[in-house]
Every structure is written in C-alpha cells, then in structure tokens.
T-cell receptor, first 114, second 112 residues
Framework: AQSVTQPDIHITVSEGASLELRCNYS??????LFWYVQSPGQGLQLLLK??????LVQGIKGFEAEFKRSQSSFNLRKPSVHWSDAAEYFC????????????FGKGTHLIIQP | KAGVTQTPRYLIKTRGQQVTLSCSPI?????VSWYQQTPGQGLQFLFE???????NKGNFPGRFSGRQFSNSRSEMNVSTLELGDSALYLC???????????FGQGTRLTVV
C-alpha cells in the first residue's frame, strides 16, 4: 500500500527566509505526487503536481518541488516566504489511475515569524 | 469557472441520526471523490465516483455511502451517526488523474 510521510509536524520560518517542507512516499511504481495547502476552515488548494518528465516542478504562489526517485522524496520549496504562506501543507500520492484516491501525509503546520 | 461547491457548510446532528452531504463538481469534471478529515486520523479517502459508478472505496464502515448523478453531482450519506463521525468532509473533483483533484471548502459535521 502506498504511504506518505511528512516528518515535520510544525515548522517556524521568519518572513523573507527560504522554506523547505519534506515529503517521503512509499509506492511501488512511479507515483503521481501532489502538494496541497489548507488555510484554517478552508478546503485544500492544489499547489503543484508531478507525473513524469522534469523532476523540478513549478507551482502557484512561487512554490516549487523536486522529485527524487532515489530518495523517494518530493520536497516543497519557496525562496522567500510571506506571512500569507502560514497554513497547513499536505503532500499526497496517487496511483496512476487515480481511482484509488489520494493518500495524504499528516501535514506540516507552517508558522511565519515577523 | 466555478469551483467545487459543497453544501451545507456546517451541520450539527444527534447521535443515531443520518445525514446527507452534497457536492457539485467543477463543470466538465466526471470524477468526484470524498475525504474525511479529523485531527487524529488526518485526511482519509472515503470513495470515488466516475460516471455514476463507484470505482473505489476506502476503509470505512458500510454506514458511509455515496452516489453520483448523471450531471456528476454527488452525495454522501452517513447513517446511524456516531460521535466519532464528527469531521470535516471534503469533496474533490477532477477531469483526469493527471490534472489533480480540486477540493471544495468542505462540510463541517458535528455529532452531539
């Protein structure tokens, strides 16, 4: 069965500093990988996705992620965070067909210090 | 293009009752999935519908059921509510697996 691990429950970053959120997955074949963001009381917003091709993918709001097959990782990065980036971030994996649904990590709560 | 719409946004029900939640997907999206989000278990997959057929179901008891209509709108039903069913229920729609799933704002269900 596929699984996703987000090792960091909370991360605190100063505004303007760089950010990296870690994600490790377990899946037998090449997975479909996603990062979502959730603000309090809201649904999930898709930041970016990876299926194949270039292992560095660009997303919305200045985020990017790099797929590393050898490390089974799909870490999310942003060069300079803004106070509005404070939220819960979820990494997710799906099988190729998509019919099995998304398997999510437990999430990383991002806190931005002024 | 309108996003995924879930109704109602908030619900309070009594233990033992049943509840029906509604989801209208993005126009043109034929796949609708449902997820339960709780502080303890996180986000868990309930089921997925495509063209009115349930293609897969997560590890939830039979009290949780759903359906999809010909216009792709979907409903999920929970019967004999338990306190542990209190959660945020999220609906997501997608055009195909490569585009990713787009989520609604959720229905917050509280069982008392």
């Amino acid at each position: 069965a596929q699984s996703v691990t987000q090792p960091d429950i909370h991360i605190t970053v100063s505004e303007g500093a760089s950010l990296e959120l870690r994600c490790n997955y377990s899946y037998g074949a090449t997975p479909y990988l996603f990062w979502y963001v959730q603000s309090p009381g809201q649904g999930l917003q898709l930041l970016l996705k990876y299926f194949s091709g270039d292992t560095l993918v660009q997303g919305i709001k200045g985020f990017e992620a790099e797929f590393k097959r050898s490390q089974s990782s799909f870490n999310l990065r942003k060069p300079s965070v803004h106070w509005s980036d404070a939220a819960e971030y979820f990494c997710a994996v799906a099988s190729g067909g998509g019919a099995d649904g998304l398997t999510f990590g437990k999430g990383t709560h991002l806190i931005i210090q002024p | 293009k309108a996003g995924v719409t879930q109704t109602p946004r908030y619900l309070i029900k009594t233990r033992g009752q049943q509840v029906t939640l509604s989801c209208s997907p993005i126009s043109g999206h034929r796949s609708v999935s449902w997820y339960q989000q709780t502080p303890g278990q996180g986000l868990q997959f309930l089921f997925e519908y495509f063209s009115e057929t349930q293609r897969n179901k997560g590890n939830f008891p039979g009290r949780f059921s759903g359906r999809q209509f010909s216009n792709s709108r979907s409903e999920m039903n929970v019967s004999t509510l338990e306190l542990g069913d209190s959660a945020l229920y999220l609906c997501a729609s997608s055009q195909d697996s490569q585009q990713g799933a787009f989520f609604g704002q959720g229905t917050r269900l509280t069982v008392v």
